[in-house]
């Protein structure tokens, strides 16, 4: 029997549970998180996705076929003229221009995840960085979910943070990352035992590396 990505889960269930279900994110959904938490996450993720947009080149670079090479270009193309432009839109919003983004220096949190999704896809295959980057790439889609769906949750213009969770929680990140939770099922259906427990060692890092990103933000820390 071949493994899928719910294994993945699985093999860390709990370290998922806190990565998904953590303080910062409660607080999003209740809308009483402080402001000043969501404006340095804000500022901290548009430096992860300059990372993330490396990443799949990296992921260009390790394609052994067409349709792999496509997707990886689709991704970055996303990333850089789509997901950074509404996300520099909305830290506009929240008052931290463009000038102040271009001198950040990124925090303990941000290098740790990103060098550790970039140096696990220079050392391993593909599949190694999909595996690596499925925390946010899947876990964003899945947290935007249990938001919108959770009994707690204040929706519309009482909570300042419900566009970010409307963005989570809309059908095509939520379609994107069904299309990502096909892809790395059809690949992990094909793994070997020992090939599945090192991915499973990827996970469980990246989504701890991942929760010490929203912890980031909570303490406001550099």
Not at 68 to 90: D, N, P, W
Not at 183 to 201: E, G, H, M
């Amino acid at each position: 029997m071949g493994y899928c990505f719910n294994d993945l889960i699985a093999a860390c269930r709990d370290d998922w549970r806190r990565y998904t279900e953590h303080d910062f994110v409660r607080a999003l959904g209740r809308g009483d998180l402080n402001d000043a938490s969501f404006r340095h996450y804000l500022k901290q993720d548009y430096l992860f996705l300059l990372q993330f947009s490396r990443a799949y080149a990296l992921a260009a670079y390790k394609s052994q076929d067409l349709e792999s090479l496509q997707g990886a270009f689709k991704g970055m193309q996303t990333i850089l003229e789509v997901e950074l432009g509404l996300h520099l839109a909305y830290c506009r919003e929240w008052g931290i221009d463009d000038s102040e983004l271009s001198r950040l220096p990124e925090a303990r949190a941000t290098l740790a995840y990103t060098r550790y999704v970039l140096d696990t896809g220079s050392r391993g295959d593909l599949l190694d960085l999909h595996v690596a980057l499925a925390p946010c790439m899947v876990g964003y889609a899945d947290i935007g979910r249990w938001l919108a769906d959770h009994p707690e949750t204040l929706r519309g213009g009482d909570n300042p943070y419900d566009a970010w969770i409307t963005m989570y929680a809309s059908p095509d990140f939520q379609a994107s990352a069904v299309r990502e939770r096909h892809w790395l099922d059809d690949q992990l259906s094909q793994v070997s035992s020992a090939r599945f427990d090192r991915l499973a060692r990827i996970f469980s890092d990246a989504t701890r590396l991942e929760t010490d990103f929203w912890q980031m933000g909570l303490e406001l820390s550099d």
